[in-house]
């Protein structure tokens, strides 16, 4: 579990990177206090590039295979300042009330498509993919802020 302290200007999110770090999508994360990277990372480089950023948060998804992912978990748990918030890859596999537990945001990935609904209070962000274009989807990451009491986001398109 991580915590911040510090007051945040934004949380980078991204997802689905399948090894492959787009200068654009650093460029995006520049800045942020935490990057949360809901899994299908591709490789070991990917994390240590978003690192030089700011601290990762990086989770486990149905590609990442191999010695260096099997240290990633398959969920993770963010709190920052008073917001809980918790990581996987595949929404679909969530088995649980978000609400009920206490989360403010749910952040997954895996379908690569961006985005942003919000359900008895909790919001659920999927960044997209920032990775090789598949199915036609955009290419994207998120932002996710904190502002005052709420949590706001705003996806971002890469233009590659």
């Not at 659920?124 to 994207?140: D, K, M, Q, W």
Request: one cysteine or more; glycine letters at 8%.
């Amino acid at each position: 579990m991580a915590r911040l302290r510090n007051e945040s200007r934004f949380i980078g999110v991204i997802s689905d990177t399948h090894g492959l770090v787009r200068p654009q999508a650093l460029r995006e994360l520049e800045g942020a206090r935490l990057i949360c990277h809901a899994g299908d990372v591709g490789k070991p480089d990917v994390i240590a590039s978003l690192e030089k950023i700011a601290p990762v948060i990086a989770i486990k998804g149905n590609n990442d295979r191999g010695g260096w992912a099997k240290r990633l978990p398959t969920t993770a748990i963010a709190e920052i300042e008073s917001f809980r918030i918790y990581l996987l890859h595949d929404f679909k596999k969530l088995s649980f009330d978000p609400a009920a537990k206490g989360f403010h945001a749910v952040i997954s990935g895996h379908s690569h498509r961006p985005s942003v609904t919000e359900k008895a209070g909790v919001l659920f962000l999927n960044p997209g993919s920032a990775g090789p274009r598949r199915f036609n989807l955009p290419i994207t990451v998120a932002r996710l802020a904190i502002e005052g009491n709420s949590l706001s986001v705003v996806i971002i398109p890469l233009h590659v």
